[in-house]
């Protein structure tokens, strides 16, 4: 099983250029990835969203990659237009308040969008060195969801073995429960009609009284769901949206046989059951 939770960071510091990775992944129905990336850099944001998308299949997955330069080579250009604008708005409104002052070079380089400042931006050359980075960071996120999810999964096997048990403790107790009923309906016509018994009618009441509370084709199907549960655990790798559908399964028969059952002993195991179901589909939100 893989985690849907993980963590990674790498940074690489270099002369004139650092770079940081960082992913940080959480569960989520489907496939999220979110990509945090500086603007200038915001072409790269698909060959990332590729990347990450190549090895996880659910969950919702945050990329922060950070770029530091220094020394970065630079444009700068002047709006000319917009430079003119401030200058007569600025003069006259002086001359409407009957001010002196005068629009000076300073304050027309403090104005917005008068100086247009644009960074040279090699996209490649950048990629060249966040590439490495990130794949690297990966690699550590998909071994830390890895490793949580083993751990996840040997969680879940021990409940579900729990689970099995007392299947079989209550499979142990369908004879008795379909022998009280038995017993039951025949002491029951006794007390009414003495020995004037008629055996037809007394086995058409517990077959009717057997369909409504034998769990022994609750047992069965609760074996299958189960036996099948193990065998998708160990056979995929990414098995959460079929094992949440499985214990939706097992769910029902459990609640079915306490529906059923008026054997306290029977009525003691379902109550485990659900606590290790319970368990196992609170761990089953963070499988992959």
């Not at 080579?73 to 001010?99: G, R």
């Amino acid at each position: 099983m893989v985690s849907m939770t993980g963590y990674a960071y790498r940074e690489k510091m270099g002369q004139d250029l650092t770079v940081s990775a960082e992913i940080r992944g959480c569960n989520s129905r489907f496939l999220e990835i979110f990509v945090n990336l500086p603007p200038w850099l915001s072409t790269l944001e698909t060959r990332i969203r590729d990347q990450i998308a190549s090895c996880c299949g659910r969950g919702k997955v945050e990329v922060f990659v950070r770029v530091r330069e220094r020394n970065a080579p630079i444009n700068i250009s002047v709006n000319t237009n917009a430079a003119k604008a401030y200058f007569d708005a600025i003069n006259s409104l002086s001359k409407e308040l009957s001010l002196n002052e005068k629009c000076s070079l300073s304050s027309l380089l403090e104005m917005d969008g008068v100086l247009e400042i644009e960074k040279n931006s090699d996209d490649e050359r950048y990629w060249r060195e966040i590439e490495p980075l990130l794949r690297d960071a990966t690699q550590t996120f998909i071994a830390e969801r890895e490793r949580e999810g083993k751990h996840t999964e040997d969680d879940i096997l021990v409940n579900l073995e729990k689970i099995e048990t007392s299947v079989k403790a209550i499979a142990s107790f369908a004879p008795v429960i379909e022998n009280s009923i038995k017993e039951n309906i025949k002491s029951r016509f006794t007390e009414m009609l003495g020995n004037q018994i008629d055996e037809n009618r007394i086995l058409a009441e517990t077959a009717s009284l057997l369909v409504k509370y034998t769990i022994s084709e609750e047992i069965s199907r609760l074996s299958a769901h189960l036996a099948e549960f193990r065998a998708e655990a160990q056979r995929n790798s990414r098995p959460g949206k079929k094992l949440d559908f499985l214990s939706q399964e097992i769910n029902r028969e459990i609640n079915t046989i306490g529906s059923k059952s008026a054997v306290i002993e029977v009525s003691g195991e379902v109550v485990k059951m659900k606590e290790s179901l319970e368990n196992i589909r609170e761990q089953l939100r963070n499988v992959e």
